[in-house]
Nanobody, 125 residues
């Protein structure tokens, strides 16, 4: 069974940067779309960014456009989320997820069937 492991979370001051990593074991990321979601206490899980297998096309939530960058290194079987200009409202548990390889606009939870355990990101003001 595929396992996704996130890392790179931590405490950072507003305006700082963090780089999250998501590594897959078992089934690899090959032929799979991958997304990042986040969930703050008392709030619903929300889409952050996604990257398709075909062409590595990327998608971003409006709240993070221009600040976050999703990328993948297929040789390393790893997906990254570079987070710059962090704001206190970015504080949340961040999860990576993998799904199919369809040529679709990413951004919906139903598109993913494997999820990581999450990594906490806390941004202080």
């Amino acid at each position: 069974q595929v396992q996704l492991v996130e890392s790179g979370g931590g405490l950072v001051q507003a305006g700082g940067s963090l780089r999250l990593s998501c590594a897959a074991s078992g089934r690899t990321f090959s032929s799979r779309n991958v997304g990042w979601f986040r969930q703050a206490p008392g709030k619903d899980r929300e889409f952050v960014a996604g990257i398709r297998w075909i062409g590595s096309s990327t998608y971003y939530a409006d709240s993070v456009k221009g600040r976050f960058t999703i990328s993948r290194d297929n040789a390393k079987n790893t997906v990254y989320l570079q987070m710059n200009s962090l704001k206190p409202e970015d504080t949340a548990a961040y999860y990576c997820a993998a799904g199919g390889s369809g040529l679709v606009k990413l951004g919906y939870e139903y598109q993913y069937d494997d999820w990581g355990q999450g990594t906490q990101v806390t941004v202080s003001s």
